[in-house]
């Protein structure tokens, strides 16, 4: 049984549903990984993990949210026609100032995308040796396909650390994301 929804309540895409509940979701693991000692933070949990080979490997909570903020930070970087950026500090303070920082960049940029319309444009990636082109729109399904696999990938490592210290982990739905957000 499905009811349209009322004319005054916005209405979200599924696609801005999705980059929203991603930018919310990392914030969320951002905030339970700080509740981690140092060596929980690091430990070394899969090794030779690859997510994206082309990143090296992500075998740890630390690694693992790092890759997944860089990712946002190094394809924006490729859209604005900036040069890559320089490695950054893992620290959880610093990712969290990252995420934050990026996470501005990344919705105006999708704000833009939308806007004019933008989603078939190409992207010429210079930061690529040798340069590659991609259709903007598939930039935009790599970033929230693998954004959601290393999201999950933590949660379930928190839920290791933090369920024996009884923190309810939750699942990572969007659709108990959209419901709190009400």
């Given at each position: 049984w499905v009811?349209?929804?009322?004319?005054?309540?916005?209405?979200?895409?599924?696609?801005?549903?999705?980059?929203?509940?991603?930018?919310?979701?990392?914030?969320?693991l951002l905030s339970m990984a700080a509740q981690l000692d140092e060596s929980q933070y690091r430990r070394v949990r899969f090794p030779g993990l690859l997510v994206e080979s082309f990143r090296g490997p992500e075998e740890s909570i630390a690694t693992v949210l790092a890759h997944l903020i860089e990712s946002k930070e190094v394809w924006l970087a490729a859209i604005d026609g900036e040069d890559i950026p320089t490695a950054a500090d893992d620290a959880l303070p610093e990712l969290a100032k990252r995420h934050e920082r990026v996470a501005v960049r990344w919705l105006d940029t999708i704000r833009d995308l939308t806007r004019r319309g933008g989603w078939d444009d190409t992207l010429i990636d210079a930061l690529c040796e040798p340069p590659q082109s991609f259709v903007i729109g598939s930039v935009i399904a790599h970033i929230l396909s693998y954004s959601t696999h290393r999201r999950y990938l933590v949660r379930h490592w928190l839920r290791t650390e933090l369920s024996i210290a009884g923190t309810e982990i939750g699942d990572g739905d969007p659709i108990e994301w959209l419901h709190q957000r009400g």
């Open positions: 009811t349209s929804a009322p004319k005054e309540q916005a209405v979200l895409d599924p696609t801005t549903l999705l980059i929203h509940h991603d930018i919310d979701d990392t914030r969320e």
